[in-house]
């Protein structure tokens, strides 16, 4: 069975930087497609970022050119850079293996001067 860990976030001033971090163990780990999402208080979660297994990637529009995934399939863990951040990515970060909808307990992210 997959787990997945998230670490990384924080509080941080609006034009700062984060760089968040998913560590997944288990079986297989390392070869499902990943992705982040964040969900906002009132909102619905959202996808910002993905990740497939050979490092094609996918963003939404709101974070395109301010976060930047990656994976190192053999520490099993995903990141997300996020830059230039804005007090609307204020959310709780969540990993998730959409394959199998698994998903981590979520790191909180607070944009704020």
């Known amino acids: 069975q997959v787990q997945l860990v998230e670490s990384g976030g924080g509080l941080v001033q609006p034009g700062g930087s984060l760089r968040l971090s998913c560590v997944a163990s288990?079986?297989?780990?390392?070869?499902?497609?990943m992705a982040w999402y964040r969900q906002a208080p009132g909102k619905e979660r959202e996808l910002v970022a993905s990740i497939s297994a050979v490092g094609r990637t996918n963003y939404a529009d709101s974070v395109k050119g301010r976060c930047t995934i990656s994976r190192d399939n053999a520490k099993t863990t995903v990141y997300m850079e996020m830059n230039s951040l804005k007090p609307e990515d204020t959310a709780v970060y969540y990993c998730?293996?959409?394959?199998?909808?698994?998903w981590g307990q979520g790191t909180q992210v607070t944009v704020s001067s």
């Open positions: 998730n293996i959409p394959l199998i909808n698994k």
């Open positions: 288990g079986r297989n780990a390392g070869i499902y497609n």
